[in-house]
């Protein structure tokens, strides 16, 4: 069964840092892609960061050059780490991955920017 769970939001001010975590189960990080999205009350769900099986990363154009992101094989978990935070970076943070053609969500981490 495939599941995904997020932690390690939280509240910080405008410049400080967090790094978000999502673990996974019933598929591999080294084969499947994981990506990042964000949410905000009356929107949509906007792709923040993704990284492929094999590593390759990419980011949006406002988390370029501020969010990196890593891996840790033994754990099967993928971590979004944020830099620089601004007030447009808070929102419920999703991850996701694709696994058999289906599309798997975590229940998401809330991050709070405030200046």
């Known amino acids: 069964q495939v599941q995904l769970r997020e932690s390690g939001g939280g509240s910080v001010q405008v410049g400080g840092s967090l790094r978000l975590s999502c673990a996974g189960s019933g598929f591999r990080i080294s084969i499947n892609p994981i990506t990042w999205h964000r949410q905000t009350p009356g929107h949509q769900r906007e792709w923040v960061a993704g990284v492929t099986g094999d590593g390759s990363t990419t980011f949006s154009e406002s988390a370029q050059g501020r969010f990196t992101i890593s891996r840790d094989w033994a754990k099967n978990t993928v971590y979004l780490q944020m830099n620089t935070l601004k007030p447009e970076d808070t929102g419920v943070y999703y991850c996701?991955?694709?696994?058999?053609?289906?599309?798997?969500w975590g229940h998401g981490t809330q991050v709070t920017v405030s200046s």
């Open positions: 996701s991955t694709q696994f058999r053609g289906r599309t798997y």
